[in-house]
Each structure stands twice: as structure tokens, then as C-alpha cells.
């Protein structure tokens, strides 16, 4: 696990546990072994610690986490790197995080690769540096710059890392060798000044400041979060106990929040991540597929929907044609893409190079002769299926016959719009979270045709474009918006029943939702929501009035269209489910005016309102929800639970520390779920998605555990 080797002076450890060189047992053992073997060596002068492969150590092996772990430890480990009289040198390339950049502090020198990348990604995971980390970056960087890293786990480029301290020098070439170098001109030189331990803590007097702003920086960006909380708490005791104090300190601290269940979730949903990489259909999988290059694309509308895609697609580097109907509508999307670009930079989403970059790849046309070349479309125009066929049939006639089709439809089975085409095969769903260049989601859709190679290549695109990709097969809604539908159905329900909109909202928000139902609802626009309704009622030839209350033999609330009908649209009106300060205002507050049409509506309904519990508002918007994922799953929409995880953590931004819905439900337990939904499908007989899933009721009656269903290691955590 750690390779050990000497070149003329200089004791090479070079780590080698592909994929990532995770410091597991194995090689914290290396590490020491090799640092005892290079101290006695008398011909050795110094040491370079390297990884073998495509990195540096990237971290502790999480896997680890969920036993009881075995010495060596990392810090006994470092220690002993760090007292060598020997200088030692870190080589860095790749990605050097967590425990990796620990044992890069533990060492007295450390160069890098321009490429290479910094950071404590812990707190992705629920934790924090465990090894030292949050003592010793301080002491190099100061305080502002390690509240920052360890709080927020970003990646940090070389060069800035140099800026910051943490390199001491920038190398080109092969990393070993370079590190080597390095290692050759600093024998002789004593360690004894390079020793972070002794170091004191720049401006370690203003801590009080740092420390407070820090906490309610966290506390406001990462609600709900315990290991943010954790990793400050840390990092100050760096600055306000002496350096072993404080590393004992940051034992006690990673001892309690790494045994949390936000830890343990966060951790599921760290694997979940890359399990929803393997994908498999009908047919073919992840390993066997093989996607077709991707170098030019199209995307048919320039709406709000396809001006989003287009730039996710620019932002990637790749030339993306934009099709409109009109010189008008192509105008606007060019100025709204112009303005995404721009705002992009500002944020440092991306680079200006790369925002200026995109505007060349921009290609405005109204023309779909343009498109023949293109190895890939995605038609972006509002849900109509005789639409999308009309344009689908068009780009069969024009597009080379290698293109790939996609549609960004939210619902419409995929199948449907394909018939339209004489390449089924090449046809796939590609659905898109609003807004388009902000959530990560790509939900891809698989239809009883697509090929695996076809949808080889929307994996990887989503990839491409900086998207976590999941694949699913269609039906109506597909896995997504078919599983949040009950979601948003309970939420009228309840307040026909009793609660009020800003309860609900309060109780979802407490539960982990960034923003409750109703002022999603408000975001959205009141409008959107009832003529999707009339739309539905048309299809099923029923007419909506104030007192209608079921659609086809389904329970119906008609509260939104009665507020959307008095011009109460949301937040571009000013009202809606709440009052705003202007019209497209963003604060809202509570108003009366809407408890009274609630009233009024619940009066002429014959419905008596009741109080309910926060515990009643939670089950029945989130139990609801679980069991059309276990429909889903029975259906084999999703293949495993990930997937479902993973559409809600960035597709719905459910919290993190949740791990996901169907991870949740496992925690509540599957038995407790089971019983509430089979207790809600008593009460409420006229809602379908309480009709109990087959699969949840087998998993229940015997007692078998969600984490035996689900493909993360993090699941057994
Ligand atoms: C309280 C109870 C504790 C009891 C135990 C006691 C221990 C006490 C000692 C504490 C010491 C703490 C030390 C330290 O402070 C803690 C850490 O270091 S935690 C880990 C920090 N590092 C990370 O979080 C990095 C995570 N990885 C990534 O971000 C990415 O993988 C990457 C490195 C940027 C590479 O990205 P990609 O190239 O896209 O590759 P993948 O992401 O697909 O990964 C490839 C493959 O590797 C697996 N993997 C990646 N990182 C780890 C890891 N740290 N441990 C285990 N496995 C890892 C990943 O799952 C993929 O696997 P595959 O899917 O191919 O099977």
C-alpha cells in the first residue's frame, strides 16, 4: 500500500491504493513503517511522501468510519513525520483532501503540480479533520482563510493555495521527480523551524471576531448542519489553547459529530452519489455501453427552460446552436443567456475566460438546416406532446443520422414523443431542474427504445457539464416529479383541513426543506399550478368549480385555483399564499385576508378545520411521498433506492443530513412507515398515493431493512 524506495539520498513513500490512495489501515502502517526505515537509514538525507496513480491521498478511507478503525492513527502517524529530523517533502498532484492534506501538513515542505487541488471536504461528510488539520491550517493560513476552507470543504487551485501558504512551491513535470528535487536541495536544512506545531496562529487576538463571524455564517448558509457548527468550534480552539490541547480538543469534537446520524447520512449520500454512476438498463450498463463523442449541440427553444441548458452547455466548453422560431424570441434568449453568463463570472462560477469563451460557442439561428451536423439536440419548448413530436419528426429529417434526440420533458413518456422519429433507438429523456444552470439533477429518461449507448451519452454529458446524472425509465412523471406529486397534493389537503400555509411551511422548513410548499408555491406562481389542474380536469372531462372536491374518484383541493382566481398569483402579483412588500417582492408575511378565503372555502365545503400536529403535517407530506417511491422501485423505474435519493437531494434540495427520502425511511423504520401509510389510507380512502406499495409492505411484514436493499457502502454505515 505504500511503495518504499530510495534514490540516491532520498527515501521515496509513495502511496498506492488505487483509486484515490485513501489513507485506509494499510496505509497509515505504510507511512510508518516507511518513516522508521527511512529515519534509520543512515544514507538517507530526506524523504518525499507521493501518491501513486491519478492523485495524492484524497482523504481518510470513509469506509473505514462505520468500525471500530485500528491503529496506527493519522496523528501518531504525522507526528512522527513531523519530528523527523530529515526533512520531508509532500509531492502533490491531483486532488489532496482531508487526511491527505493532513500528512501534507504533518511535513516540512510541499510542492505541487499546477493542476493539483487542496482542501477539508469533511464537512461534506458530516465531520471534521480528525488528523490535525483544523490546529494546523491555521497556523499557515491564519484564521479567516481556515474558518473558510473547513467550514465550506471547497477545492483549492494550487496557485491560490500557494498565495495562502499551504505550497511552498509550484513544479511542473513528473511529480516524483520533482518532489525529489525539491527534497535533495533541502538536505541538511534543519526541520526544527518548519514544525507547524510550534508555530503560533496569526492573529490569534482577534479570535473572538473570526470565531463569531464564522458560526453565523454557518449557522445562516448551512441550516440545520451540525458538522459546520463542529468545524468551527475546532478551528477556534486553535487559536485559544496550545497546540496539543487543541488537537485532543478536535478528538472530543470528531468523536461526537462522526457517530451523528447527520454523519452517517451524509456519508450514504457521498456513495449514493457515485452508485447512481453504475447505471444499468435493459440491455446494457455503465461498463458495457459506450457512449458517442459529444463536440456540437443544439437546443431548441430559447425560453427559460432552454436558455438554462444552453448555459450549462457553454459553461462546459462545448458549441451549442440555440433555435428559435422568431427573431424576437431568440433576441430574448440571447440577452437572458448573456445575463446568466455575466452573472456566472460574478459569482465565480466561472472563469471570464471561459464566460467570454462562451459567447463564441453561441450559435442564435432559426433555421434547422443549421443542425445537420450536430451530435446531439435537446428540445426545450413547454409541455405539449404534439409539439415536441412536430419537432422531433423535423430534426429526424435534418440531423445526421448519429445525432442523439432529447427531449427536457418533465413528464411526458418519452416513448410517446419518439414514435415521431425514424431513430427510437437514439431518442432519450433528459429532464432539468429549474433553474436549469443552478440544480445539479440531470434526471435522464430511458423509453422502451433508447439504446444503452445512447443513454451512455446523456450520463456522460451530465457529467460533462457538471450535472450528477441519474438514469431511469419512463412513465408518466418519470421518477421525480411523479414521487414529489403527493408532496404537493397533502400540502392542500392539510390546509383544507385545519393547518395554515405558513404552519406547514414552518414545520417543513424546522424538518430540513430550504423553503416550505406554500412559498415554493408562491415562487412558482399560483397560475402555473391551476391551469396544470384545468388542464388535467379537461383531459378528464370534468368542470371545475369552488366546491369541487374529487377528480375521477380522486380527492382534489381547488384552495389554489380559488387564491390564483382573485389574481393572487404568488410573488410576481405581491399576494398569494402570503403578502409580499411589493409586487415580485421577496419577503413575505403572513396575511390574514388569506385565512379568511381559507374559512370561507373550508364553510361552504361542510369541512369542520382541526389542529393539526407538526409529526401529522411531516408523515403525510413525506410518507406520501415514500411510498410512491416504493412504487417506483416495485415498477423498476429507479433500480435502487439511490437513485431516488439522489433525485431529491439535487433535484428538490432535500437536506443533505437526511441522506434522502427512502434513506429516511429507513432510519424512521420501514415497519413505522408502513403502519402510518396503511393508517392514512384508512382515513383517506380517496387518494391513491395512500394505497400501501406491495414492496414496502414485504420489506415490512419481514423486517427486512432498506440497507439490504441498497447498493452504497454508506447505506451500512
Ligand atoms: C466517529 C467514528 C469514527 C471511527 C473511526 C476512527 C477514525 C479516527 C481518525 C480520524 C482521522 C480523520 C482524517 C480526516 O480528517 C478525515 C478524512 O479524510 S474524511 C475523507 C476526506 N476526503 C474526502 O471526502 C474526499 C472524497 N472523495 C472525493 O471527493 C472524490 O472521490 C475525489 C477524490 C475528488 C475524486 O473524484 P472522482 O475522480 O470523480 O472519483 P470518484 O468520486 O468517482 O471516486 C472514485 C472511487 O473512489 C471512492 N472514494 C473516493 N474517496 C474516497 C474515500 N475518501 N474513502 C473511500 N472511498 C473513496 C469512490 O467511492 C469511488 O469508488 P467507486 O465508486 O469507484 O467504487
Redesign the pocket.
Known amino acids: 500500500m505504500v511503495d518504499y524506495s530510495v534514490n540516491s539520498s532520498v527515501a521515496l513513500l509513495l502511496v498506492n491504493n488505487p483509486?484515490?490512495n485513501?489513507?485506509s489501515h494499510a496505509v497509515r502502517k505504510g507511512l510508518a513503517d516507511g518513516m522508521l526505515k527511512a529515519t534509520k537509514d543512515t544514507k538517507v538525507k530526506a524523504i518525499v511522501i507521493a501518491g501513486k496513480g491519478?492523485?495524492f491521498p484524497?482523504?481518510?478511507?470513509?469506509?473505514?468510519?462505520s468500525?471500530?478503525?485500528k491503529e496506527p492513527?493519522?496523528v501518531p502517524v504525522g507526528n512522527g513525520i513531523e519530528a523527523s529530523g530529515k526533512p520531508v517533502v509532500a509531492a502533490i498532484h491531483g486532488?489532496c483532501?482531508?487526511?491527505?492534506l493532513?500528512v501534507a501538513l504533518f511535513c516540512h515542505y510541499r510542492v505541487a503540480l499546477k493542476s493539483a487541488r487542496v482542501g477539508?471536504?469533511?464537512v461534506?461528510?458530516g465531520?471534521?479533520?480528525?488528523?490535525a488539520?483544523t490546529q494546523r491550517l491555521p497556523r499557515v493560513t491564519g484564521l479567516p482563510v481556515a474558518f473558510d476552507m473547513i467550514t465550506s470543504g471547497r477545492h483549492v487551485p494550487a496557485e491560490q493555495a500557494k498565495k495562502y501558504g499551504i505550497i511552498d512551491e509550484i513544479v511542473t513535470g513528473d511529480i516524483v521527480n520533482a518532489g525529489i528535487r525539491y527534497a535533495m536541495i533541502m538536505v541538511g536544512k534543519s526541520t526544527i523551524p518548519r514544525r507547524l506545531r510550534a508555530k503560533p496562529v496569526p492573529d490569534a487576538e482577534n479570535v473572538q471576531k473570526y470565531a463569531d463571524a464564522a458560526m453565523a455564517h454557518v449557522k445562516r448558509k448551512y441550516k440545520g448542519y451540525e458538522a459546520p457548527v463542529y468545524c468551527v468550534k475546532a478551528v477556534r480552539a486553535s487559536a485559544e489553547k496550545p497546540y496539543d490541547l487543541g488537537v485532543e480538543n478536535e478528538k472530543t469534537l470528531?468523536?461526537v459529530v462522526?457517530?451523528s446520524g447527520q454523519a452517517r447520512a451524509q456519508q450514504y449520500a457521498?456513495?449514493a452519489e457515485?452508485?447512481v454512476?453504475?447505471w444499468e438498463m435493459p440491455g446494457g450498463n455503465s461498463q458495457t455501453a459506450k457512449p458517442i463523442p459529444v463536440r456540437s449541440t443544439a437546443v431548441i427553444g430559447a425560453g427559460t427552460m432552454g436558455t438554462g441548458i444552453a448555459v450549462c452547455i457553454l459553461s462546459a466548453g462545448l458549441p451549442c446552436y440555440l433555435v428559435e422560431q422568431n427573431q424576437k424570441f431568440l433576441e430574448n434568449g440571447l440577452k437572458t443567456i448573456k445575463a446568466l453568463m455575466e452573472g456566472s463570472v460574478k459569482l465565480g462560477k466561472i472563469s471570464p475566460e471561459v464566460g467570454q469563451r462562451a459567447a463564441s460557442l453561441l450559435k442564435p439561428t432559426m433555421s434547422y438546416d443549421d443542425l445537420t451536423g450536430v451530435d446531439l439536440v435537446i428540445e426545450a419548448v413547454y409541455e405539449n406532446l404534439e409539439l415536441k413530436k412536430e419537432i422531433f419528426a423535423k430534426l429526424d429529417k435534418v440531423c445526421k443520422p448519429s445525432t442523439i434526440l432529447c427531449s427536457n420533458t418533465s413528464s411526458i413518456d418519452i416513448d410517446r414523443i419518439a414514435v415521431a422519429t425514424k431513430r427510437p433507438e437514439k431518442c432519450v429523456g433528459v429532464h432539468f431542474f429549474a433553474p436549469a444552470y443552478h440544480m445539479k439533477l440531470l434526471e435522464n429518461i430511458y423509453s422502451t427504445k433508447t439504446s444503452p449507448d445512447t443513454a451512455a451519452t446523456v450520463m456522460k454529458l451530465g457529467k460533462t457539464i457538471g450535472k450528477v446524472p441519474i438514469l431511469v425509465k419512463s412513465c408518466q412523471g418519470f421518477l421525480a416529479n411523479r414521487m414529489n406529486t403527493p408532496y404537493g397534493t397533502e400540502s392542500g389537503f392539510l390546509v383544507e383541513e385545519g393547518a395554515l400555509p405558513w404552519e406547514v411551511d414552518q414545520v417543513m422548513e424546522d424538518f430540513g426543506m430550504p423553503m416550505g410548499p406554500f412559498k415554493v408555491r408562491d415562487l412558482s406562481g399560483l397560475d402555473v399550478g391551476s391551469k396544470i389542474t384545468a388542464e388535467i380536469a379537461k383531459t378528464l372531462g370534468v368542470t371545475l368549480t369552488d366546491e369541487t372536491r374529487f377528480m375521477a374518484g380522486n380527492r382534489y383541493s381547488h384552495m389554489n385555483t380559488v387564491l390564483a382566481n382573485m389574481g393572487r398569483l404568488g410573488r410576481k402579483s405581491g399576494k398569494g399564499w402570503y403578502k409580499y412588500e411589493k409586487a415580485g417582492g421577496k419577503i413575505a408575511s403572513i396575511d390574514d385576508d388569506v385565512i379568511t378565503v381559507l374559512n370561507n372555502h373550508c364553510k361552504k365545503l361542510g369541512i369542520e378545520r382541526r389542529t393539526i400536529s407538526s409529526q401529522e403535517i411531516i408523515e403525510r407530506l413525506m410518507y406520501s411521498c415514500i411510498n410512491e417511491g416504493f412504487k417506483i422501485l416495485e415498477e423498476g423505474i429507479a433500480k435502487r433506492p439511490e437513485e431516488i435519493d439522489i433525485s431529491w437531494l439535487y433535484g428538490f434540495t432535500f437536506p443533505k443530513y437526511l441522506g434522502g427520502p427512502m434513506y429516511y425511511a429507513n432510519q424512521v423504520g420501514l415497519g413505522r412507515v408502513y403502519d402510518r401509510i396503511c393508517y392514512y389510507h384508512e382515513n383517506f380512502p380517496f387518494s391513491k398515493h395512500w394505497v400501501p406499495s406491495q414492496l414496502l409492505r414485504r420489506l415490512s411484514e419481514q423486517n427486512i431493512p432498506m440497507s439490504q436493499w441498497m447498493a452504497s457502502p454508506g447505506a451500512r454505515l
Request: cysteine-free; hydrophobic content about 45%.
Open positions: 483509486p484515490v485513501a489513507l491519478r492523485t484524497a482523504g481518510a478511507d470513509i469506509r473505514e468510519f468500525g471500530p478503525g492513527w493519522l486532488t483532501l482531508g487526511g491527505g493532513e477539508f471536504p469533511e461534506a461528510i465531520i471534521l479533520p480528525g488528523a488539520g470528531f468523536n462522526g457517530k457521498f456513495f457515485r452508485v454512476g453504475k
